[in-house]
């Protein structure tokens, strides 16, 4: 590969720079001038951050240059590198300006070697990721209390034995339930994938462990086959996985509804251990155990209450009989006291009765005096009603207009038919129109004479 060094930044040109300037310039004249690359070496110094940024030193038996990757691009690269691991990573070149070093940008990693593989497992966890395969919503709970859990794994695997330890010590009283298949070789992954239907089919199990030891990428490749891939994910049974070491990751880590660092650590994760179990049963029997002594102990207070109130039979009796008699005085009293009151009522009645006879005579009295009164009302009323006719009628007279007319006054109405009241708004030649008591003239003025003893 040739690369060429244009220096274009006029940056170099001026005739002093600060260390700074000349940093900045180094940095943009590295990014310009060389493409992003592929680089192979040993990790060195690995130091991964609290920010999830991985930092580390790349070398060769001749030399090493300091590298960094993003948390972003860390995140998928499906294992985490160890010092004397020999890796291949695809990266820009950069300058840390602060310290003027030149460095790494890692924007992919694979294994030194595993180049072909490790670009087919990228591309098969693009594709089940844009299918929605890994999305978390689609992932279910294991159960808590299952009725029997199911391995997927070698007769002959370290990880069986591990698994089967952990699940006898955590939760013995749960079946176990084998699927053998070989986790390594050729057809491992379709054997996997036909034991994980098989399993489907029989549905005598509440949990699926998938597990295998740890090994390097080509001992867990059957873990990254897309078959296999989709029967996890279709499975009705929920599907734990358990590859490899914490580091390890596989295509069957992501598509599984729970990822396990380690075997064992599916083996717990699969059922609550026993001892929790029977603590909680425990606590719920002496919670039962209180109650029903609660219980008991209010029973008991009843019980002495409803002894107190028991009275016998005797006493029973004698309380029956003054209460008989009590109601037969009653009875008694109950039928002579109403016959009184009723005869009382009666008289009285007749009484207010006599009192409330109506007197007809002093009626008509009244009635012939009122008639008077309603008479003489009325011709006082017309006779006040004559005189003030009279006076609104003689009033009315007084401000007829015809009545001053009559008396040889006029009403002089300009050409508009506005009454002119006052000489001095009128102008020589003017026309006028003149009402007198009978008819009317045209008239036009002559002279105007503005005050009263000038006439």
Same mark, same amino acid.
């Given at each position: 590969?040739?690369?060429?060094?244009?220096?274009?930044?006029?940056?170099?040109?001026?005739?002093?720079?600060?260390?700074?300037?000349?940093?900045?310039?180094?940095?943009?004249?590295?990014?310009?001038?060389?493409?992003?690359?592929?680089?192979?070496?040993?990790?060195?110094?690995?130091?991964?951050?609290?920010?999830?940024?991985?930092?580390?030193?790349?070398?060769?038996?001749?030399?090493?240059?300091?590298?960094?990757?993003?948390?972003?691009?860390?995140?998928?690269?499906?294992?985490?590198?160890?010092?004397?691991?020999?890796?291949?990573?695809?990266? /820009?070149?950069?300058?840390?300006?602060?310290?003027?070093?030149?460095?790494?940008?890692?924007?992919?990693?694979?294994?030194?070697?595993?180049?072909?593989?490790?670009?087919?497992?990228?591309?098969?966890?693009?594709?089940?990721?844009?299918?929605?395969?890994?999305?978390?919503?689609?992932?279910?709970?294991?159960?808590?209390?299952?009725?029997?859990?199911?391995?997927?794994?070698?007769?002959?695997?370290?990880?069986?034995?591990?698994?089967?330890?952990?699940?006898?010590?955590?939760?013995?009283?749960?079946?176990?339930?084998?699927?053998?298949?070989?986790?390594?070789?050729?057809?491992?992954?379709?054997?996997?994938?036909?034991?994980? /239907?098989?399993?489907?089919?029989?549905?005598?199990?509440?949990?699926?462990?998938?597990?295998?030891?740890?090994?390097?990428?080509?001992?867990?490749?059957?873990?990254?086959?897309?078959?296999?891939?989709?029967?996890?994910?279709?499975?009705?049974?929920?599907?734990?996985?358990?590859?490899?070491?914490?580091?390890?990751?596989?295509?069957?880590?992501?598509?599984?509804?729970? /990822?396990?660092?380690?075997?064992?650590?599916?083996?717990?994760?699969?059922?609550? %251990?026993?001892?929790?179990?029977?603590?909680?049963?425990? !606590?719920?029997?002496?919670?039962?155990? /209180?109650?029903?002594?609660?219980?008991?102990?209010?029973?008991? !207070?009843?019980?002495?209450?409803?002894?107190?109130?028991?009275?016998?039979?005797?006493?029973?009796?004698?309380?029956?009989?003054?209460?008989?008699?009590?109601?037969?005085?009653?009875?008694?009293?109950?039928?002579?006291? %109403?016959?009184?009151?009723?005869?009382?009522?009666?008289?009285?009645?007749?009484?207010?009765?006599?009192?409330?006879? %109506?007197?007809?005579?002093?009626?008509?009295?009244?009635?012939?005096?009122?008639?008077?009164?309603?008479?003489?009302?009325?011709?006082?009323?017309?006779?006040?009603?004559?005189?003030?006719?009279?006076?609104?009628?003689?009033?009315?007279?007084?401000?007829?207009?015809?009545?001053?007319?009559?008396?040889?006054?006029?009403?002089?109405?300009?050409?508009?038919?506005?009454?002119?009241?006052?000489?001095?708004?009128?102008?020589?030649? !003017?026309?006028?129109?003149?009402?007198?008591?009978?008819?009317?003239? !045209?008239?036009?003025?002559?002279?105007?004479?503005?005050?009263?003893?000038?006439?």
């Amino acid at each position: 590969m040739t690369i060429e060094f244009p220096v274009t930044n006029n940056a170099f040109t001026r005739d002093i720079l600060t260390v700074a300037q000349l940093n900045q310039a180094v940095g943009q004249l590295l990014e310009r001038s060389i493409p992003a690359l592929w680089v192979r070496g040993e990790i060195s110094n690995f130091t991964q951050a609290a920010s999830g940024h991985w930092y580390f030193t790349l070398k060769d038996s001749r030399a090493s240059v300091r590298a960094v990757m993003f948390r972003s691009r860390a995140s998928a690269v499906g294992f985490v590198p160890r010092a004397g691991d020999q890796v291949e990573i695809r990266a /820009r070149v950069s300058l840390y300006e602060p310290r003027g070093d030149y460095q790494l940008q890692a924007d992919a990693m694979r294994r030194a070697g595993l180049g072909n593989l490790y670009e087919a497992f990228l591309r098969l966890k693009e594709q089940l990721a844009s299918e929605g395969l890994f999305d978390p919503a689609r992932k279910r709970e294991p159960v808590r209390l299952p009725r029997a859990i199911g391995v997927i794994t070698s007769l002959h695997a370290a990880a069986l034995r591990d698994v089967l330890s952990a699940l006898a010590r955590r939760a013995p009283q749960v079946p176990v339930v084998i699927y053998p298949a070989p986790v390594q070789g050729a057809d491992a992954a379709g054997r996997l994938a036909a034991q994980l /239907r098989a399993a489907n089919e029989r549905a005598e199990v509440d949990t699926l462990l998938l597990v295998r030891g740890g090994g390097s990428i080509e001992d867990l490749w059957s873990f990254n086959d897309e078959d296999l891939a989709r029967e996890v994910a279709a499975s009705e049974i929920p599907v734990i996985s358990g590859v490899g070491h914490e580091t390890d990751f596989t295509i069957v880590d992501f598509v599984s509804d729970l /990822r396990a660092p380690t075997p064992t650590a599916a083996a717990e994760l699969a059922c609550a %251990p026993r001892s929790e179990l029977l603590g909680q049963v425990m !606590q719920a029997a002496q919670s039962m155990a /209180r109650g029903q002594q609660r219980r008991l102990e209010r029973a008991a !207070q009843r019980l002495d209450r409803a002894a107190a109130q028991l009275v016998s039979p005797a006493q029973r009796l004698e309380h029956q009989r003054e209460r008989l008699n009590s109601l037969r005085f009653r009875l008694a009293s109950a039928w002579s006291a %109403p016959q009184g009151r009723r005869v009382a009522r009666v008289n009285l009645l007749a009484q207010r009765l006599t009192h409330r006879v %109506p007197d007809t005579g002093r009626a008509a009295d009244r009635l012939a005096g009122a008639a008077r009164q309603l008479g003489q009302a009325h011709a006082r009323l017309l006779v006040q009603g004559r005189n003030r006719l009279a006076a609104a009628t003689a009033q009315l007279r007084a401000l007829d207009p015809g009545n001053t007319l009559a008396r040889g006054y006029a009403i002089a109405r300009d050409a508009d038919g506005r009454i002119v009241r006052d000489a001095a708004g009128l102008s020589v030649g !003017q026309p006028l129109h003149l009402r007198f008591a009978q008819g009317g003239a !045209q008239v036009q003025v002559q002279e105007t004479r503005k005050t009263r003893d000038e006439a």
